[in-house]
């Protein structure tokens, strides 16, 4: 295996699902060490290895949507999903421009770490709660996940935290979060899928299986602090890395 490939895939897989955002910490390295520079079947193999291991971890609640589609019943939680990812979908097409601005500005990305920082420690004083999803509470997580477009914002990170605010049980926060992802990341690739050969995407399989084992290892450890409300516990990190940037600079 290409030292690379080991690299790319572990930092994929461990910060996709860690709440400390991997588009964040891939620019900083594409700015910092011109290392990286995926090119896009890369990228979109270690998306599709990293997707894998979301519907793998969170197989019975897929399978329960799956059926409650096919059955016509009990749809509200799909609902819910459709409209978490609205807000999304809505930024990625008309923001597009600023976007890619904030990728090629290590400054910007630096300040965003800082605002996820704060985002996860404001954790330390929301808990969750007794309530349930409903349309309203789907929305605003879907705007938090939509300001994880911006690198250094963390997806998992800011959604999570919205949903403890909301007083959403940590348990449900935790599984609506990565069951958002799903159309998100999904439809991402797919756009971008269209691009490359299945055999360019195959060919860097090893990064796949790295990227898979390293995520599905993330989400383990994540589901069990998130339980423990310990979501706070990666502010200081992103701080340090806030300030790291600030000293080193673009």
């Known amino acids: ?6 690299l790319i895939g572990v930092v994929q897989g461990v910060t996709e699902f860690l709440p400390v955002s991997s588009s964040g910490h891939i620019a900083l390295l594409e700015h910092w060490f011109g290392v990286f520079s995926p090119d896009l079947s890369r990228e979109v193999a270690l998306h599709l290895a990293t997707l894998l291991a979301v519907l793998i971890y969170f197989r019975s609640k897929v399978w329960k949507l799956i059926v409650s589609w096919l059955r016509g019943r009990d749809l509200n939680y799909l609902l819910y999903l459709v409209v978490g990812s609205l807000p999304a979908a809505a930024v990625g097409f008309l923001g597009k421009d600023y976007i890619e601005k904030a990728f090629a500005s290590p400054t910007a990305i630096g300040f965003f770490f800082l605002i996820t920082s704060l985002i996860l420690l404001s954790t330390r004083w ?22 994880a477009i911006l690198p250094g914002i963390s997806r ?17 926060a935790f599984g609506f979060s990565f069951l958002l992802s799903i159309p998100a990341v999904a439809g991402a690739g797919l756009l971008e899928a269209v691009k490359v050969s299945p055999a360019s995407i195959l060919s860097h399989w ?12 993330s989400l383990s450890i994540l589901g069990g602090l998130v ?10 990190y992103l701080f340090l890395l806030f300030l790291l940037v600030l000293i080193k600079g673009g």
Do not use: C, D
Not at 128 to 134: M, T
Not at 206 to 217: K, P, S, T
């Open 126 to 147: 929301a808990r969750g709660g007794g309530e349930n999803l409903n349309i309203p509470r789907s929305l605003l997580i879907g705007i938090a996940q939509a300001l």
């Open 156 to 172: 998992s990170g800011t959604t999570i935290s919205a949903g403890l605010h909301l007083k959403i049980p940590p348990e449900e």
């Open 227 to 236: 339980k423990k409300g310990r979501l706070w516990i990666f502010s200081p």
């Open 206 to 217: 090893q990064g796949m299986v790295v990227a898979f084992a390293a995520g599905y290892l």
């Open 1 to 6: 295996m290409e030292w690379i490939e080991l």
